[in-house]
C-alpha cells in the first residue's frame, strides 16, 4: 500500500431514508477497481455508514448533471469489505426496481435487506467470519456432495401431479420462462410439486428460493423439505432468527453454498448467485405484502426477479389472488391445476347454518347452537377431532357496563380494549396498552360488568363446559407467545391429545391435519360487510383453507363437515364455499372489481398520514391532494378526498388516508415520481404531522 492509486467517482448506496430528501446513490472517490456491489464503510454527515458500491449509472434517481460535486469537493470512500464477493448486477437491477416502484431510495432499500449485523463489521471482522464458515461448511459439504439429489423414499406422483410437474419442467427448459400459477385444492399435493421441483433444479446444479407466508405457521413445510434433502444445505431467512444465525444463512445463500433458501417476504432478497426457481407457497396469503418502511409485496418481487433471472416462478394456491387468477386468465401466467385430493378423498361437505332459523333470545347469540353440539359430540364418540375457528382472539372483544353504559374503551385509540380473563387485563390490540380489569365500573361503581360478545378463549372456556370430558385445545397469538410453544401444541394435535382445536386463522392455514373431520366456523359474516373491496376476497380464501383441514386422510373424507354458521346463508361467497367453486367465486368478485374499476383492474396507492391532531393529519393530505391537482401528470387519475382510517386514532396519533386510483401502472408511477417529492416538502410545513408514507398497491384500505 505504497503510492495511492489513482481514484474515480464511485456511487454509493446508503442508507438514508426517503424523507432525508436523497433518494439515489451518492457520489465518492474511491479506487480505480472498485467492483459495482462491493460493500464499503463511507462517512454522510458526520457518521461512518456502511454503503454499498452503485453503478454508474442507475436510472431515474440520479442527480442532474449540474447537481453533483465537482471531484475536488468528494470525500474518499472509507474500508472496503472485499472479502465478500459483490453482490450480484442482477440483485441490484431487482433493488432499484423495488425502490422505484414501492417509492424508496435505493440505498434505504439495499441496506434495510441485508442482514443487519453485516452493517456493523469492519474487513477484518468480516473476514474472521468467512473464515469460521469456511471450516464449518467444508464439513457439511462433503456430507452435501454425498447425499444423493434423488431421494430414495418419495411418493410415486399421480397421474395429475406428473403432469404438472412436466409443466413446470417444461418451463424451466425455456430460454425465458414465464410465470408458473399451480392451482391445487386443499391436499391436492401441491407441496409435493414444490419438492420435484426443487430436485430437478438442485440436479441442474442450481439453487432454489422457497417463500412462505410465516415461517413458525409453516413449521411442516419446513420439515418436509429437510427431510426429503437430507444432507443437503437448506437455510432458513425470516425475522425470527438472532442477528448471528441471520449473516450465517444470508452468507450461505450469498456464497452459493445453499442449495435451498426457505424463507418469508423478506427472504425475496437474497442473494443467490445460481438461482433457478422460485416457489411461492400460498400466494395469496396478505403477509407476502410488507406492513412498513418499503412496503413490497414480495410475491409480485418474486415474479419480477423471476424474469430478471429468468428463471420459472412457481405461484401455488388453493385460493389464488385474484391479481394472478386473473393474470392467469389472460395468459401471463401458466395455470397449472390439480384438481383431486391424494387418494381420491372429497374435500368436505360444507353444511351453511341459518342462524335466523335459531329461536331468537334478546340480547343472546347462541354461538354454540345445539346443533353444532350435536355434531361436535358425534365426532368426540367416533374419536375424531374437530377445529372450531373464530377470527378473534381474546376472552370478550368489550366490557359494557349495563347501567351506565361505560364500555372498556382504550384510551390511546379509537378502539375497545379486548377483555382477556386469563392474566385478568383488558388490552389494547391496536397500541398494545395493558390494564387491570377493574373490580366495578370505573365510571358508576357497579359492580356487574359484562363481557359482551366473544373471542377464542371464551370460546374454549364454553366448549369445555357444553362437552365435558372432552380435551379442548386453543391455538392463538396469545397461546403462542414463548418460542416453540406453537410447534408443541401443533404436536399435540397431531399426536391426537386434542378432541376440540379452537383457534383464529393461525389453525386455518396449511397445516397436514389428518384426523380432523369437522371445521367449524361460527362466527365468519363480519367481513361481509367490511368497506375494504378485498375483505371478501380474504374471508373466501380462509374459509376454504380452514375447510381444508378436514377429510385430509381420504378413508375419512366422506365424513367430513365444514360448518359455516351464518345469518345470511344466501350470500353469493358461501353459495361458492358450499360449491367449493373457486373459479364461480373468482370471476364475480372480478366482474365486481371490474364494474366498479378496482383491481386487478386499476392501480391504486394510499397516501397515510398521523398528526397529533386531526386537524394536522387531514390538513396535510388535503394540501397533497392541492398539489396533485396541479400537476398535469395527475390528469386522468383519480384522487379520492382524504378520509380517516377505518381505525382513526392509535396510540394518541390521528391517521386520515388518501386513495389514488389510475388506469396504468405505468400513468400511477410516473405520477408518484413527480407528486412524493413535493409531500416531502409539505410535510417540513404541517405542523403536528409526524409521519406520512405511501402504500403502492395497497392490501388492506
Ligand atoms: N403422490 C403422492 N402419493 C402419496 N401421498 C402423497 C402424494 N403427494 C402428496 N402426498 C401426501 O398427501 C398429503 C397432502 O399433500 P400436500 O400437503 O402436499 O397438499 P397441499 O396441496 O400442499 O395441501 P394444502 O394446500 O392443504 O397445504 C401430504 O400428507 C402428502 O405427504
Ligand atoms: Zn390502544
Given at each position: 500500500m505504497s503510492e495511492a492509486p489513482p481514484s474515480r467517482r464511485v456511487r454509493v448506496a446508503v442508507e438514508a431514508p426517503q424523507h432525508s430528501g436523497l433518494t439515489g446513490p451518492l457520489d465518492y472517490l474511491g479506487p480505480q477497481?472498485?467492483?459495482?456491489g462491493t460493500l464499503v464503510h463511507v462517512t454522510l454527515g458526520r457518521r461512518d455508514v456502511m454503503g454499498l458500491v452503485w453503478d454508474d449509472l442507475a436510472e431515474g434517481q440520479d442527480l442532474p448533471e449540474d447537481e453533483r460535486l465537482p471531484e475536488s469537493e468528494l470525500r474518499p470512500v472509507g474500508e472496503?469489505?472485499?472479502?465478500l464477493p459483490p453482490l450480484s448486477d442482477r440483485w441490484r437491477r431487482l433493488v432499484e426496481f423495488a425502490a422505484s416502484y414501492y417509492q424508496r431510495s435505493i440505498g434505504e432499500l439495499a441496506l434495510a435487506v441485508l442482514p443487519p449485523q453485516l452493517r456493523d463489521l469492519d474487513a477484518k471482522q468480516l473476514q474472521a467470519r468467512l473464515k469460521k464458515l469456511d471450516k464449518a461448511d467444508a464439513a457439511a459439504a462433503t456430507q452435501a456432495a454425498a447425499a444423493?439429489?434423488?431421494?430414495?423414499?418419495r411418493p410415486a406422483l399421480t397421474a395429475q401431479q406428473q403432469a404438472a410437474l412436466d409443466a413446470v419442467l417444461e418451463l424451466a427448459g425455456r430460454e425465458a420462462p414465464q410465470p408458473a400459477l399451480l392451482w391445487?385444492?386443499?391436499?391436492?399435493?401441491k407441496t409435493e410439486i414444490y419438492l420435484r421441483a426443487a430436485e430437478a433444479a438442485l440436479e441442474r446444479g442450481q439453487q432454489v428460493l422457497v417463500l412462505v407466508p410465516e415461517i413458525n405457521l409453516t413449521p411442516q413445510l419446513e420439515a418436509r423439505f429437510a427431510e426429503r434433502f437430507a444432507g443437503h444445505a437448506i437455510v432458513s431467512l425470516h425475522s425470527g432468527l438472532t442477528p448471528a444465525q441471520r449473516l450465517r444463512h444470508w452468507l450461505a445463500a450469498h456464497l452459493g453454498r445453499a442449495q435451498l433458501v426457505l424463507g418469508t417476504r423478506?427472504?425475496?432478497f437474497a442473494s443467490m448467485p445460481r438461482l433457478g426457481l422460485i416457489v411461492v407457497d400460498e400466494?395469496?396469503?396478505?403477509?407476502?405484502?410488507?406492513?412498513?418502511?418499503?412496503?413490497?409485496?414480495a410475491r409480485d418481487l418474486a415474479v419480477y426477479r423471476g424474469h430478471l433471472e429468468k428463471v420459472p416462478v412457481l405461484l401455488g394456491s388453493a385460493t389464488p389472488s385474484l391479481e394472478s387468477w386473473q393474470h392467469a386468465l389472460g395468459g401471463r401466467y401458466r395455470r397449472i391445476d390439480l384438481t383431486e385430493r391424494i387418494g381420491g378423498g372429497a374435500l368436505p361437505r360444507v353444511r351453511l347454518f341459518d342462524m335466523n332459523r335459531l329461536e331468537r333470545k334478546k340480547g343472546?347469540?347462541?354461538?354454540?347452537s345445539v346443533p353444532l353440539l350435536d355434531a361436535l359430540r358425534k365426532r368426540l364418540d367416533r374419536g375424531e377431532q374437530s377445529l372450531v375457528f373464530l377470527n378473534r382472539r381474546g376472552y370478550a372483544p368489550v366490557l359494557h357496563c349495563?347501567?351506565?353504559?361505560w364500555k372498556s374503551d382504550c384510551p390511546h385509540c379509537s378502539a375497545h380494549q379486548v377483555f382477556h380473563k386469563e392474566d385478568r387485563t383488558l388490552r389494547?390490540?391496536?397500541?398494545g396498552v395493558s390494564a387491570r380489569v377493574p373490580r366495578?365500573?370505573?365510571?358508576?361503581?357497579?359492580?356487574d360488568i359484562a363481557p359482551l360478545g366473544r373471542g377464542t378463549e371464551r370460546l374454549e372456556e364454553q366448549l369445555a363446559l357444553a362437552l365435558p370430558g372432552a380435551r379442548v385445545a386453543r391455538i392463538d397469538a396469545d397461546t403462542t407467545k414463548l418460542k416453540g410453544s406453537l410447534e408443541s401444541q401443533l404436536a399435540a394435535v397431531h399426536e391426537g391429545d386434542v378432541d376440540i382445536l379452537v383457534g383464529t386463522q393461525m389453525v386455518a392455514k396449511g397445516h397436514d391435519f389428518r384426523r380432523i373431520t369437522l371445521v367449524a366456523a361460527?362466527?365468519?359474516?363480519?367481513?361481509?360487510?367490511?368497506?375494504?373491496?378485498?375483505a371478501p376476497e380474504r374471508l373466501f380464501s380462509l374459509l376454504m383453507q380452514a375447510g381444508g383441514?378436514?377429510?385430509?386422510?381420504a378413508a375419512q373424507a366422506a365424513a367430513s363437515e365444514m360448518w359455516v354458521q351464518t345469518w345470511?346463508?344466501?350470500h353469493a361467497l358461501y353459495q361458492s364455499l358450499q360449491k367449493h367453486d373457486y373459479e364461480a367465486f373468482a370471476s364475480s368478485q372480478l366482474h365486481e372489481r371490474m364494474s366498479a374499476n378496482l383491481p386487478p383492474f386499476a392501480h391504486l396507492a394510499l397516501v397515510r398520514a398521523e398528526g397529533r391532531s386531526v386537524e394536522a393529519a387531514r390538513d396535510f393530505l388535503t394540501a397533497a391532494q392541492e398539489a396533485a391537482q396541479a400537476?398535469?401528470?395527475?390528469?386522468g387519475l383519480l384522487l379520492y378526498p382524504p378520509v380517516p382510517m377505518?381505525?382513526?386514532?392509535v396510540a394518541d396519533s390521528e391517521r386520515f388516508q388518501m386513495l389514488i386510483e389510475a388506469g396504468s401502472r405505468a400513468q400511477l408511477q410516473r405520477f408518484l415520481r413527480a407528486w412524493l417529492p413535493e409531500l416531502h416538502a409539505l410535510k417540513r410545513r404541517?405542523?403536528?404531522?409526524?409521519r406520512w408514507a405511501v402504500d403502492v398497491d395497497p392490501l388492506a384500505i
Open positions: 477497481d472498485l467492483t459495482p472496503a469489505l472485499d472479502a444423493p439429489i434423488t431421494p430414495a423414499d391445487g385444492l386443499t391436499g391436492s399435493g423478506l427472504a425475496v400466494e395469496h396469503d396478505p403477509s407476502y405484502k410488507q406492513q412498513d418502511g418499503a412496503r413490497y409485496s343472546v347469540t347462541t354461538t354454540l349495563d347501567q351506565c353504559n389494547c390490540h391496536h397500541c366495578a365500573c370505573p365510571s358508576c361503581g357497579n359492580p361460527v362466527n365468519p359474516d363480519g367481513a361481509l360487510f367490511s368497506s375494504d373491496f378485498r383441514r378436514a377429510g385430509r386422510d345470511y346463508p344466501e400537476l398535469p401528470l395527475s390528469l377505518a381505525v382513526a386514532r404541517q405542523k403536528g404531522l409526524t
